[in-house]
């Protein structure tokens, strides 16, 4: 694991507790809203990270016992990261499952580590974004440990907005 992937999965980890707690939780503030999209940043010692987030705005199978779902796209100014997206599904995902998103009729396959999907590469990243910024919904299918499925629908409404807000936030 590299050491910026390492340092994701601890900021993100942070971000669940932003999301859920008071903004001022291990450093991780809230700098704003857009729509359904909620723009996270940390201003840390050695690392300054940025990230919007979204919940879900339906979830199946409803009865689905899980931690909160969220979708990220992060910008990590001192590695020229911009825009990386993310999903935590909010349990255990297959090992080896590919987790599935769809936005409108393009369909982008994430891999899965531990609870959390990523894009593998950085053309279908800035295409998935680009679909992103058309589009009104995102969809995401993931399989878990236990071969139980769930289907999240996030809103796109004030995406774009967020994406430029992250941009000035972590230039």
């Known amino acids: 694991m590299t050491v910026r992937a390492f340092l994701q999965l601890a900021i993100l980890g942070l971000s669940t507790v932003a999301t859920h707690a008071p903004a001022s939780a291990e450093g991780t503030v809230v700098a704003g809203r857009h729509g359904a999209w909620t723009l996270h940043v940390n201003d ?24 909160p779902a969220l979708l990220y796209v ?29 936005v409108d009729r393009d369909t982008f396959k994430l891999f ?6 990523y894009v593998a590469d950085a053309t279908q990243e800035l ?23 769930t289907t999240d629908t996030y809103s796109l409404s004030g995406f774009t907005d ?10």
């Open 44 to 67: 840390g010692k050695s690392v300054k990270l940025c990230f919007v987030t979204a919940e879900p705005e339906t979830s199946e199978p409803k009865t689905s016992a899980r931690a």
């Open 74 to 102: 992060s910008a990590w100014p001192k590695d020229g990261i911009k825009t990386e997206i993310s999903v935590k599904a909010g349990y255990p995902l297959k090992a080896g499952a590919d987790v599935k998103v769809t």
């Open 112 to 117: 899965s580590k531990d609870e959390r999907a």
């Open 127 to 149: 295409k998935l974004i680009e679909a992103m910024k058309k589009a009104s919904r995102l969809k995401v299918e993931a399989k878990g440990e236990r071969n139980a499925g």
């Open 162 to 171: 967020a994406l430029a807000a992250l941009a000035a936030a972590c230039p």
